[in-house]
């Protein structure tokens, strides 16, 4: 199984969900479904419009510019003069795009370069003048908070230490029990330490002592360091492209300190040319790298961390959280978000909770961690139905691996795929995919087949409620799969759904029980 801890599944009565009502028919929760939000950095300006599921939402739209505007900053005192028109012409872009959406008032925050920068205030006045956008700007220490919840609002089981990377500034926050405790900030940015004097060796002192200073702010007590930036992300890539893994997705890519030392140390010695085009990384984001690497390793090297986690999430996604009430903040983002997709793209929206309570009894008592993915995909099952029948099978598994979904690890992500691949397609065997099945182990795939065909056959058993035709139980002692069928299940209980019955029991290697009514 992908979990780790046994814990007794809950009974399934008709009335009860695991997972409360659905977000979208709760009125906070529709009150957050469009959120546009805008974040100026040292180096990038994003702005980010969210919509869907409030608690997982998608991005209904998101841009982003490389504008520099901190480039220089240690130097000079002053935002950069090409980058603050950048910045200007895209922010005056987003505040235009924001009205062509309606989506109301853009919440808007800026970091370390307008902060720090003597004419960052009169660019504040400046924005706010001519596009009506205000913005707030925040200290390190807030920055640091925001960025947390970022990492809460996709990954609410974060323990340990959330460390957010910009062009100017580096922030640290401890993250545990959906909380965010002690917090610090630093000069550790990339466009920071170009201007550091001297050659490599004071480079790496300066690195050193700086982080030494975070490390007494915050302790070293830290199992996992989860990455926030686009220069971890670009680094994050690269150890992908090391190691040729499977998976492009960046968000809960998990990486071994050991492993991931060894990346640093290969690029170093590599060209940034050749790693730039072979990962698709920008210029502006690759020439900052080299730098954010050194911090890295000396992060590594000071707190030592068990295991080192990427967040796609950071301050934008913590601008969101900012504004959920704790209700909604206690939700699982990865259910939500499967309820969002059955309500606008199953045929019957509500049958997926009925499905899952149908199968359950194949599986017996499991732990929470496996409970919640079998019911995601018992929601997902039936969200492909538009696409070519040809194709379905690889849509699921593409649609699911691929999607901005949180709360999912990567074998979590191909658990939940491969079980929608079989809900469409008997055999795997010569599948494109195949390279990813190696994130899971043999007992998961059996296990992703065995949920896959299960909802294949009771799919196509009924459009309506599986309990009102019948039920299924397995009976180990006998290795035989039982299904009972009621008078009205009889007569569904065609030469297809009979085939899907039997496919299913070979996937168990069990042997097929039918009991019919009598009379």
Not at 348 to 371: C, T, W
């Amino acid at each position: 199984m992908i979990g780790k801890t046994e814990a007794p599944r809950q009974a399934l009565a008709d009335d009860w969900d695991a997972f409360g009502k659905p977000l979208f028919d709760d009125p906070s929760a529709r009150a957050l479904s469009r959120v546009g939000v805008v974040d100026v950095g040292s180096n990038s300006v994003r702005m980010v419009v969210f919509d869907g599921a409030a608690r997982s939402p998608a991005y209904f739209y998101n841009e982003k510019v490389m504008a520099g505007l901190g480039q220089g900053l240690a130097e000079t005192g002053r935002l950069n003069p090409v980058g603050r028109e950048r910045a200007f012409a895209a922010l005056k872009r987003f505040a235009l795009l924001a009205k062509g959406m309606d989506i109301g008032p853009l919440t808007c925050v800026a970091t370390a370069a307008v902060r720090d920068a003597e004419d960052g205030p009169e660019f504040q006045r400046l924005v706010e003048a001519e596009t009506g956008l205000h913005l707030h700007v925040i200290d390190g220490a807030e920055e640091a908070r925001l960025s947390a919840q970022g990492v809460l609002l996709g990954w609410p089981e974060a323990q340990g230490l959330i460390c957010d990377i910009g062009g100017n500034s580096m922030e640290l926050a401890e993250v545990g029990d959906g909380r965010v405790g002690r917090r610090a900030t630093s000069q550790l940015g990339p466009f920071r330490l170009q201007q550091v004097k001297g050659g490599r060796k004071e480079l790496v002192a300066h690195i050193r002592a700086a982080v030494a200073e975070l490390a007494t702010a915050v302790g070293t007590d830290h199992d996992r360091i989860y990455l926030v930036g686009g220069s971890w992300r670009a680094i994050a890539r690269l150890d992908m492209e090391r190691r040729n893994y499977p998976l492009l997705v960046l968000h809960e890519y998990r990486m071994e300190p050991e492993n991931l030392l060894k990346t640093l140390e290969w690029i170093e010695k590599s060209d940034l040319a050749t790693l730039r085009a072979r990962t698709g990384t920008s210029q502006a984001r690759m020439d900052l790298v080299p730098l954010a690497a050194l911090v890295l390793r000396e992060l590594i090297e000071t707190f030592r961390p068990k295991e080192i986690d990427t967040s796609s999430y950071g301050i934008r996604e913590g601008l969101l959280y900012e504004q959920m009430p704790e209700r909604l903040r206690k939700r699982d983002p990865l259910v939500e978000a499967c309820r969002y997709s059955e309500k606008v793209m199953a045929r019957m929206p509500g049958f997926g909770k009925k499905l899952h309570s149908f199968i359950a009894p194949l599986f017996g008592p499991v732990p929470p961690e496996i409970f919640r993915l079998h019911r995601a995909a018992c929601l997902l099952h039936d969200t492909t139905w538009r696409t070519h029948p040809d194709y379905r099978a690889e849509a699921c598994f593409d649609n699911v691996t691929r999607a901005n979904l949180a709360a999912l690890s990567h074998p979590e992500r191909v658990f939940v795929g491969l079980a929608l691949l079989h809900r469409y397609k008997n055999s795997r065997a010569g599948s494109r995919f195949e390279p990813l099945f190696a994130l899971l182990t043999p007992e998961q795939i059996q296990e992703a087949e065995v949920l896959g065909k299960a909802m294949r056959f009771a799919a196509m058993f009924t459009i309506e409620d599986p309990a009102e035709v019948g039920s299924l139980d397995y009976k180990p002692k006998k290795n035989a799969l039982e299904l009972k069928l009621t008078k009205r299940g009889a007569g569904l209980f065609g030469e297809v759904v009979e085939a899907r019955f039997g496919s299913l029991a070979a996937a168990m290697k069990a042997t097929p029980v039918v009991l019919r009514p009598e009379g």
